[in-house]
């Protein structure tokens, strides 16, 4: 008989603050974002020395037949640089289509393109103008890694940034 696995306790987290933006059309153009100042970044992690050589065990030993996909249908330039004041490299590109727009979001600046003719309806601007009004950390001190997602069922677009002012962060 298998014995039943054991997991450590669960964590529930609570956000502090939650809010809705106004139409991003509505929100004044804060572009190009400002310029933060540059600092070192984290030094990588030691590797551990238990590793050890060995085989891969998934290389792929033969070529199978090419799928048949479409090509690409539209293709166009996505939020400028340089512009973005990031200087971030990589610079965290992230985007997803909704009902006939396209939101492409970077570090600091986000845009809004038409679907059908790849033409920007919005934009650029930057992050933080999303977050105008909101208060605290996340209006004055984005830091990244930012996610845009479409909700279907609710017709609008959630995006996500990293906030705070140092290690751990406040988001």
Aim: net charge negative.
């Amino acid at each position: 008989m298998a014995q039943a696995k054991t997991f450590g306790p669960v964590i529930v987290g609570h956000s502090l603050k939650n809010d809705v933006s106004p139409a991003l059309r509505d929100i004044p153009v804060q572009w190009p974002p400002p310029v933060r100042p540059e600092h070192e970044a984290n030094p990588n992690p030691k590797i551990p020395i238990n590793h050890r050589d060995a085989p891969d065990t998934v290389v792929q030993s033969s070529q199978v037949a090419v799928p048949a996909i479409m090509g690409t249908i539209l293709n166009f330039n996505g939020v400028p640089y340089p512009g973005v004041n990031c200087s971030c490299a990589p610079p965290d590109t992230n985007g997803e289509p909704g009902t006939t727009q396209y939101v492409q979001i970077v570090n600091t600046g986000y845009q809004v393109f038409d679907k059908a003719t790849g033409n920007s309806v919005l934009g650029p601007n930057s992050i933080e103008s999303i977050w105008t009004g909101f208060g605290g950390v996340c209006e004055l001190s984005g830091l990244g890694d930012p996610t845009v997602s479409f909700d279907q069922i609710a017709n609008r677009w959630v995006i996500t940034e990293f906030a705070g002012v140092g290690i751990p962060h406040t988001e």
